[in-house]
Protein backbone atom coordinates (compact mmCIF):
# COMPACT_ATOMS: atom_id res chain seq x y z
CA UNK A 1 0.00 0.00 0.00
CA UNK A 2 1.17 3.93 -1.04
CA UNK A 3 0.73 6.11 1.88
CA UNK A 4 0.26 9.59 1.37
CA UNK A 5 1.39 12.56 4.31
CA UNK A 6 0.25 15.63 5.34
CA UNK A 7 -0.78 16.92 2.08
CA UNK A 8 2.13 15.15 0.11
CA UNK A 9 0.52 15.73 -3.19
CA UNK A 10 -2.28 17.59 -4.63
CA UNK A 11 -4.27 14.41 -6.41
CA UNK A 12 -3.11 10.92 -4.18
CA UNK A 13 -6.10 9.06 -6.16
CA UNK A 14 -4.73 9.99 -9.71
CA UNK A 15 -0.80 8.91 -9.00
CA UNK A 16 -2.25 5.61 -6.75
CA UNK A 17 -4.28 5.02 -9.98
CA UNK A 18 -1.57 5.84 -12.73
CA UNK A 19 0.75 3.38 -10.26
CA UNK A 20 -1.86 0.69 -9.67
CA UNK A 21 -1.62 0.51 -6.08
CA UNK A 22 -3.45 0.94 -3.12
CA UNK A 23 -3.49 3.71 -1.18
CA UNK A 24 -4.59 5.78 2.00
CA UNK A 25 -3.97 9.34 3.08
CA UNK A 26 -2.81 10.67 6.83
CA UNK A 27 -3.21 14.35 7.21
CA UNK A 28 -2.14 12.75 10.89
CA UNK A 29 1.45 12.26 12.22
CA UNK A 30 2.78 9.13 10.46
CA UNK A 31 3.34 7.60 14.48
CA UNK A 32 -0.54 8.08 14.86
CA UNK A 33 -1.28 5.67 11.86
CA UNK A 34 -3.05 2.08 12.47
CA UNK A 35 -1.14 -0.58 13.30
CA UNK A 36 -2.46 -2.48 10.84
CA UNK A 37 -2.09 0.05 7.93
CA UNK A 38 1.72 0.34 8.97
CA UNK A 39 1.62 -3.22 8.79
CA UNK A 40 0.16 -2.74 5.17
CA UNK A 41 2.59 0.33 4.19
CA UNK A 42 5.53 -0.61 1.21
CA UNK A 43 5.53 2.87 0.38
CA UNK A 44 5.36 6.21 2.00
CA UNK A 45 5.06 9.87 0.52
CA UNK A 46 5.55 12.60 2.45
CA UNK A 47 6.90 16.23 2.40
CA UNK A 48 9.55 17.80 4.38
CA UNK A 49 7.31 18.66 7.28
CA UNK A 50 7.27 14.33 7.96
CA UNK A 51 10.17 13.68 10.62
CA UNK A 52 10.78 10.22 10.33
CA UNK A 53 12.72 8.91 12.80
CA UNK A 54 14.11 5.47 13.32
CA UNK A 55 11.49 5.12 16.41
CA UNK A 56 9.06 5.09 13.38
CA UNK A 57 10.60 3.06 11.10
CA UNK A 58 10.33 -0.07 13.48
CA UNK A 59 6.44 0.41 13.01
CA UNK A 60 6.34 0.33 9.24
CA UNK A 61 8.08 -3.31 9.02
CA UNK A 62 6.87 -4.19 5.76
CA UNK A 63 8.80 -0.38 4.05
CA UNK A 64 10.66 -0.80 0.73
CA UNK A 65 10.39 2.77 -0.52
CA UNK A 66 10.09 6.32 0.85
CA UNK A 67 9.57 8.99 -1.72
CA UNK A 68 10.14 12.87 -0.32
CA UNK A 69 9.33 16.00 -2.12
CA UNK A 70 12.78 17.27 -1.42
CA UNK A 71 16.39 17.56 -2.38
CA UNK A 72 17.96 17.46 1.06
CA UNK A 73 17.41 13.87 3.20
CA UNK A 74 18.13 15.38 6.97
CA UNK A 75 14.48 14.76 7.79
CA UNK A 76 14.91 10.95 7.08
CA UNK A 77 16.77 8.67 9.42
CA UNK A 78 19.20 7.87 6.43
CA UNK A 79 21.12 5.67 8.58
CA UNK A 80 18.71 2.52 9.75
CA UNK A 81 17.21 3.66 6.06
CA UNK A 82 20.46 2.26 4.39
CA UNK A 83 20.47 -0.39 7.08
CA UNK A 84 17.62 -1.83 6.43
CA UNK A 85 17.88 -1.74 1.89
CA UNK A 86 14.69 0.86 2.01
CA UNK A 87 15.07 2.81 -1.36
CA UNK A 88 14.92 6.50 -1.37
CA UNK A 89 13.39 8.64 -4.22
CA UNK A 90 13.60 12.60 -4.35
CA UNK A 91 14.39 15.04 -6.39
CA UNK A 92 18.20 15.01 -5.90
CA UNK A 93 19.70 13.03 -8.58
CA UNK A 94 23.00 13.36 -10.55
CA UNK A 95 21.10 13.99 -13.56
CA UNK A 96 19.08 17.50 -13.05
CA UNK A 97 17.56 18.14 -16.49
CA UNK A 98 14.37 16.50 -15.22
CA UNK A 99 13.48 19.41 -12.98
CA UNK A 100 15.56 22.12 -14.92
CA UNK A 101 12.41 24.25 -15.09
CA UNK A 102 11.32 23.93 -11.30
CA UNK A 103 12.63 27.62 -11.41
CA UNK A 104 10.33 28.12 -8.09
CA UNK A 105 13.46 28.47 -5.21
CA UNK A 106 15.58 30.12 -7.57
CA UNK A 107 12.71 32.95 -8.17
CA UNK A 108 11.85 33.02 -4.01
CA UNK A 109 15.46 33.64 -3.75
CA UNK A 110 15.60 36.53 -6.24
CA UNK A 111 12.54 38.06 -4.45
CA UNK A 112 14.15 38.33 -1.40
CA UNK A 113 17.29 39.95 -2.97
CA UNK A 114 14.56 42.81 -4.41
CA UNK A 115 13.20 42.74 -1.13
CA UNK A 116 16.34 43.90 0.73
CA UNK A 117 17.16 46.32 -1.46
CA UNK A 118 13.77 47.92 -1.61
CA UNK A 119 12.48 48.56 1.54
CA UNK A 120 9.23 49.94 0.18
CA UNK A 121 8.56 46.21 -1.15
CA UNK A 122 8.08 45.76 2.86
CA UNK A 123 6.21 48.39 3.84
CA UNK A 124 8.26 50.66 5.50
CA UNK A 125 7.08 53.63 3.73
CA UNK A 126 4.73 56.19 5.73
CA UNK A 127 2.75 58.69 3.03
CA UNK A 128 1.81 61.65 3.58
CA UNK A 129 -1.83 61.66 2.70
CA UNK A 130 -1.98 65.48 2.67
CA UNK A 131 0.61 65.68 -0.18
CA UNK A 132 0.40 62.39 -1.45
CA UNK A 133 4.16 61.99 -1.28
CA UNK A 134 6.92 59.61 0.86
CA UNK A 135 7.46 61.61 3.77
CA UNK A 136 10.13 59.04 5.66
CA UNK A 137 11.27 55.89 4.03
CA UNK A 138 14.31 53.73 3.81
CA UNK A 139 16.19 54.47 1.02
CA UNK A 140 16.07 51.97 -1.68
CA UNK A 141 19.10 50.87 -3.44
CA UNK A 142 19.79 49.80 -7.39
CA UNK A 143 21.03 46.53 -8.25
CA UNK A 144 22.66 47.46 -11.12
CA UNK A 145 26.73 47.77 -10.38
CA UNK A 146 26.45 45.61 -7.62
CA UNK A 147 28.22 42.43 -6.82
CA UNK A 148 26.05 39.04 -6.69
CA UNK A 149 28.13 36.54 -4.86
CA UNK A 150 26.86 32.72 -5.61
CA UNK A 151 27.54 30.02 -3.54
CA UNK A 152 26.56 26.46 -5.01
CA UNK A 153 26.31 26.97 -9.11
CA UNK A 154 24.28 24.15 -9.25
CA UNK A 155 20.86 24.30 -11.21
CA UNK A 156 19.48 27.13 -8.70
CA UNK A 157 22.54 29.10 -8.40
CA UNK A 158 23.08 29.36 -12.23
CA UNK A 159 19.23 30.57 -12.44
CA UNK A 160 20.01 33.31 -9.99
CA UNK A 161 23.15 34.19 -11.75
CA UNK A 162 20.93 34.78 -14.80
CA UNK A 163 18.81 36.88 -13.21
CA UNK A 164 21.78 39.04 -11.52
CA UNK A 165 23.24 39.47 -14.99
CA UNK A 166 19.79 40.68 -16.24
CA UNK A 167 19.78 43.56 -13.73
CA UNK A 168 23.42 44.65 -14.13
CA UNK A 169 24.65 43.36 -11.53
CA UNK A 170 28.49 41.43 -11.67
CA UNK A 171 28.41 37.82 -10.84
CA UNK A 172 30.95 36.21 -9.07
CA UNK A 173 30.20 32.21 -7.66
CA UNK A 174 32.18 29.48 -5.89
CA UNK A 175 31.50 26.00 -7.27
CA UNK A 176 34.07 23.10 -6.40
CA UNK A 177 33.08 21.55 -9.58
CA UNK A 178 34.35 22.02 -13.22
CA UNK A 179 31.21 21.58 -15.18
CA UNK A 180 29.30 24.94 -15.00
CA UNK A 181 31.95 26.94 -15.43
CA UNK A 182 32.47 26.37 -19.51
CA UNK A 183 29.43 27.21 -20.11
CA UNK A 184 29.19 30.88 -17.75
CA UNK A 185 31.39 32.96 -19.43
CA UNK A 186 29.97 36.99 -17.59
CA UNK A 187 30.43 34.67 -14.32
CA UNK A 188 33.71 35.13 -12.38
CA UNK A 189 34.55 32.22 -10.81
CA UNK A 190 36.68 31.94 -7.19
CA UNK A 191 37.67 29.49 -4.72
CA UNK A 192 37.88 31.59 -1.51
CA UNK A 193 34.47 31.91 0.34
CA UNK A 194 35.87 34.53 2.73
CA UNK A 195 36.99 36.91 -0.27
CA UNK A 196 33.68 36.40 -2.12
CA UNK A 197 32.06 37.53 0.91
CA UNK A 198 34.34 40.72 1.31
CA UNK A 199 33.93 41.27 -2.45
CA UNK A 200 30.12 40.73 -2.66
CA UNK A 201 26.95 43.22 -1.92
CA UNK A 202 24.80 40.34 -2.19
CA UNK A 203 25.10 36.76 -1.75
CA UNK A 204 23.06 33.87 -2.23
CA UNK A 205 23.30 30.33 -1.10
CA UNK A 206 22.48 27.52 -3.33
CA UNK A 207 25.24 24.68 -2.05
CA UNK A 208 24.30 21.10 -1.13
CA UNK A 209 24.58 19.71 2.47
CA UNK A 210 26.03 16.69 3.07
CA UNK A 211 24.92 15.30 6.47
CA UNK A 212 27.25 15.68 9.62
CA UNK A 213 29.08 18.58 7.90
CA UNK A 214 30.05 22.01 9.73
CA UNK A 215 28.25 24.97 9.01
CA UNK A 216 29.69 27.30 5.91
CA UNK A 217 28.97 30.50 6.97
CA UNK A 218 30.54 31.14 10.45
CA UNK A 219 31.50 33.77 12.47
CA UNK A 220 34.94 34.08 10.60
CA UNK A 221 33.89 33.90 7.12
CA UNK A 222 31.58 37.06 8.11
CA UNK A 223 34.52 38.47 9.70
CA UNK A 224 35.21 40.66 6.03
CA UNK A 225 31.52 41.63 6.39
CA UNK A 226 30.17 45.03 5.58
CA UNK A 227 27.09 47.09 7.08
CA UNK A 228 25.58 46.94 3.56
CA UNK A 229 25.76 43.31 2.52
CA UNK A 230 22.87 40.68 2.70
CA UNK A 231 22.67 37.69 2.96
CA UNK A 232 19.88 35.17 1.51
CA UNK A 233 19.70 31.77 2.21
CA UNK A 234 16.92 29.48 0.49
CA UNK A 235 19.03 26.14 0.71
CA UNK A 236 19.71 24.71 3.78
CA UNK A 237 19.62 25.87 7.43
CA UNK A 238 22.68 23.73 8.66
CA UNK A 239 24.91 25.65 6.20
CA UNK A 240 24.67 28.63 8.25
CA UNK A 241 25.74 29.62 11.99
CA UNK A 242 22.81 31.21 13.13
CA UNK A 243 24.60 32.46 16.20
CA UNK A 244 27.01 34.01 14.07
CA UNK A 245 24.64 35.90 12.01
CA UNK A 246 22.98 37.63 14.77
CA UNK A 247 26.12 38.51 16.14
CA UNK A 248 27.03 40.09 12.59
CA UNK A 249 23.45 41.96 12.82
CA UNK A 250 24.79 43.75 15.92
CA UNK A 251 28.60 44.35 14.90
CA UNK A 252 26.95 45.71 11.48
CA UNK A 253 29.24 43.16 9.56
CA UNK A 254 25.64 42.27 7.78
CA UNK A 255 22.99 44.70 6.85
CA UNK A 256 19.92 42.11 5.95
CA UNK A 257 19.37 38.14 6.46
CA UNK A 258 16.69 37.06 4.12
CA UNK A 259 16.14 33.38 4.40
CA UNK A 260 13.57 30.39 3.63
CA UNK A 261 15.07 28.05 5.68
CA UNK A 262 16.51 28.32 9.44
CA UNK A 263 16.57 25.96 12.64
CA UNK A 264 12.42 25.25 13.10
CA UNK A 265 11.12 26.69 10.24
CA UNK A 266 8.50 24.26 9.93
CA UNK A 267 7.81 23.37 13.56
CA UNK A 268 6.24 26.39 15.76
CA UNK A 269 6.87 24.60 18.96
CA UNK A 270 10.94 24.40 18.20
CA UNK A 271 13.33 26.62 16.97
CA UNK A 272 16.91 28.86 17.50
CA UNK A 273 17.87 32.24 18.82
CA UNK A 274 17.47 33.84 15.03
CA UNK A 275 13.75 32.31 15.14
CA UNK A 276 13.44 33.93 18.67
CA UNK A 277 14.73 37.07 17.43
CA UNK A 278 12.63 37.14 14.20
CA UNK A 279 9.59 36.32 16.03
CA UNK A 280 10.66 38.87 18.83
CA UNK A 281 11.15 41.61 15.91
CA UNK A 282 14.75 42.44 17.65
CA UNK A 283 16.03 43.41 14.74
CA UNK A 284 13.29 44.66 12.75
CA UNK A 285 13.07 44.82 9.23
CA UNK A 286 16.75 43.78 8.96
CA UNK A 287 15.39 40.06 8.83
CA UNK A 288 13.39 38.81 5.99
CA UNK A 289 12.22 35.22 6.84
CA UNK A 290 9.98 32.92 5.52
CA UNK A 291 8.71 29.68 6.57
CA UNK A 292 10.12 26.93 4.06
CA UNK A 293 7.81 27.86 1.35
CA UNK A 294 10.20 28.76 -1.32
CA UNK A 295 9.29 25.94 -3.47
CA UNK A 296 5.19 25.78 -2.50
CA UNK A 297 3.98 26.85 -5.92
CA UNK A 298 1.80 25.38 -8.28
CA UNK A 299 3.47 25.40 -11.37
CA UNK A 300 6.55 23.60 -9.17
CA UNK A 301 4.73 20.98 -7.48
CA UNK A 302 2.59 20.08 -10.83
CA UNK A 303 6.23 19.34 -12.00
CA UNK A 304 7.79 17.90 -9.24
CA UNK A 305 5.17 15.22 -8.78
CA UNK A 306 5.32 13.91 -12.77
CA UNK A 307 9.31 13.76 -12.04
CA UNK A 308 8.65 11.82 -8.66
CA UNK A 309 6.15 9.41 -10.30
CA UNK A 310 8.42 8.78 -13.02
CA UNK A 311 11.23 7.60 -10.41
CA UNK A 312 8.79 5.85 -8.29
CA UNK A 313 7.64 3.76 -11.31
CA UNK A 314 11.57 3.00 -12.42
CA UNK A 315 12.48 2.16 -8.47
CA UNK A 316 9.02 -0.63 -8.04
CA UNK A 317 9.96 -1.81 -11.73
CA UNK A 318 13.26 -2.55 -10.51
CA UNK A 319 11.71 -4.15 -7.59
CA UNK A 320 9.15 -6.39 -9.57
CA UNK A 321 6.97 -4.67 -7.48
CA UNK A 322 4.95 -3.61 -10.86
CA UNK A 323 4.33 -5.92 -13.78
Not at 93 to 116: F, G, R, Y
Request: negative net charge.
Amino acid sequence: MLVFSESAVANPKDIASRLGIDFLVTEDSLARIGASDRERTRILWIRFTSIVTEEILSSFKSLEVIVTTTTGLTHLAMPEIRRRGIDVVSLSHPNTSAIENVSATAEHAWSLIQDSQYPALNRSCIWSSRESSIVHFERSRQLLGQTLGIVGFGRLGRKVATYGIAFGMRVIALEPRPEPKSSSPNVQFVDDLRWLISEADVVSLHASYQEGSSPIITDSILQPGKPELVLVNTARAELVDEKAILLALEENRLSVYAADVFEGDFDETAGGELKRSWSENIHGSRFRLTPHVAGACLESYSLVEEVLISRLRSTLLAKNFLT
